[in-house]
């Protein structure tokens, strides 16, 4: 997963005025902002347990067809005008390969999955191999 969203370079005049948690910050013309993707898929305001593996977290709320995420809770395709044009031909993909894999394979994981490593500057990994044990369905 790309741990860096964008990359975005000041242009106002006077730079770019940002609140976070209340306090005021001037971003000054000329600067870069970069914008992370995993920071927001990790916010404990959000996910119950954002550190435990959970697909179901992905599913829509249980009492409407719609995402139960705000578009800048999920933003791991981004938004706007960059948004990336791959997303929904990226998530058909996936869904069809585990449907492919799962209907005839059981995966499970024989040990703890070893913990993201975000030494890189664009992706984040994990510090270890991801061991699965897989099993023919009968």
């Known amino acids: 997963a790309h741990s860096i969203g964008g990359i975005r370079k000041v242009l106002k005049e006077g730079g770019w005025q940002l609140t976070v948690g209340g306090r005021q910050y001037t971003i000054p013309r000329g600067s870069f902002v970069g914008a992370s993707h995993v920071i927001p898929n990790r916010d404990k305001a959000v996910f119950a347990e954002p550190h435990r593996f959970d697909p179901a977290r992905w599913l829509p709320a249980p009492t409407s067809p719609q995402s139960r995420f705000s578009d800048f809770q999920f933003t791991t395709f981004s938004h706007g005008v ?29 040990g703890a999955i070893p913990p993201l490593c975000m030494e890189r500057a664009t992706l984040s990994q994990r510090k270890a191999p991801c061991l699965l044990h897989v099993s023919k369905r009968w």
Not at 93 to 104: G, P, R, W, Y
């Open 82 to 110: 960059h948004r990336c044009p791959g997303e929904h031909f990226g998530m058909q993909a996936m869904e069809m390969l585990l449907v492919a894999i799962l209907s005839k394979y059981t995966l499970t994981a024989p």
